[in-house]
């Protein structure tokens, strides 16, 4: 299945998926203070072209990338298209020499802890009120405030 799909590396006068990208951000906003100093890949399905998922890395230094941004279209949501993505990801941080890879989450997003543990992911740091910092408007995911966000790392 996973064979039918391609990733490519998006170049700096590509147009950016914020369709997929603010499904993973709250704000245009709050992504336009990563997105131009990250590298962005864009899934496609090779036969339709559909856009299925997007991932934004952010080098933090020579040895961590940051998943800044990680999305996969609703409708394909549950077919280890994720899984499939995080691998990938290992795959280009290995690549280019990276250490470890980090991502981070809302502290009460159970299921995306839960997929990122899965896929090797530990937890390291609690930022405290991340959301309330970093956002002008409140954010609720499943009517609970977001407030700390849990970073998670990698080691590859």
Known sequence: MFNNYAI???QKDDLLPF???LMADETEAAIRKYIFQSEVYLVTDKISHEKVATVALFKIDDTTLEIKNIAIAEKLRGKGIGS???SNIKQIATL???KSLIVGTPDCAFQQINFYQKA???PFMLKKNFF???YE???YENGTLL????MLKMVL
């Open 19 to 21: 369709d997929l990208l």
């Open 8 to 10: 490519v590396l998006l």
């Open 84 to 86: 499939w993505l995080i």
């Open 96 to 98: 280019q020499h990276y």
């Open 137 to 139: 408007e409140p954010i």
């Open 147 to 150: 407030k700390d966000m849990l």
């Open 120 to 122: 090797g992911f530990t």
């Open 132 to 134: 309330i910092d970093n």
